[in-house]
């Protein structure tokens, strides 16, 4: 197994591990920017965040797939890295703007 795998294999299961205690042990903390006293449904949000991170643990997997079977010039390497940077901007975009539907406005003070 390449050495490039390896690593996305480990970023994988990193993101993915992140990803299962959001989901499924509500560990909302470990979401950046959380607030406590902003979010609406707690339980909504670790949901959304939580199956996002695991969506970019499985385009991580996918793609140290496509880097272990591929040599190393070929040109599927090349299509599938640029997919996947494509998909995670994408994924966290959503995940930005998603989020915002789990919590209150901010108060506007003047």
Same mark, same amino acid.
């Given at each position: 197994?390449?050495?490039?795998?390896v /690593?996305?294999?480990?970023?994988?299961? *990193?993101? =993915? #591990? @992140?990803?299962i205690? /959001?989901?499924y *042990?509500g560990?909302?903390?470990?979401?950046?920017? $959380?607030?406590?006293?902003r979010?609406?449904? !707690?339980?909504?949000?670790?949901s959304? /965040? =939580?199956?996002?991170? @695991?969506? %970019? #643990?499985?385009?991580?997997?996918?793609?140290? @797939?496509? !880097?272990?079977?591929?040599?190393?010039?070929? #040109?599927?390497?090349?299509?599938?890295?640029?997919? *996947? *940077?494509?998909? %995670?901007?994408?994924? #966290?975009?959503?995940? %930005?703007?998603g989020?915002?539907? $789990?919590?209150?406005?901010?108060?506007h003070?003047?």
């Amino acid at each position: 197994m390449s050495t490039g795998s390896v /690593i996305l294999l480990a970023c994988a299961a *990193f993101v =993915g #591990a @992140l990803g299962i205690l /959001i989901t499924y *042990f509500g560990r909302v903390e470990l979401i950046a920017g $959380y607030d406590p006293d902003r979010v609406t449904d !707690e339980e909504g949000l670790a949901s959304f /965040i =939580g199956t996002n991170a @695991l969506a %970019v #643990a499985g385009l991580l997997v996918v793609l140290a @797939l496509v !880097e272990f079977t591929e040599p190393a010039d070929g #040109a599927a390497t090349d299509v599938a890295w640029i997919v *996947f *940077f494509v998909a %995670v901007v994408a994924l #966290a975009g959503w995940m %930005v703007v998603g989020s915002r539907r $789990y919590e209150r406005e901010r108060d506007h003070e003047r």
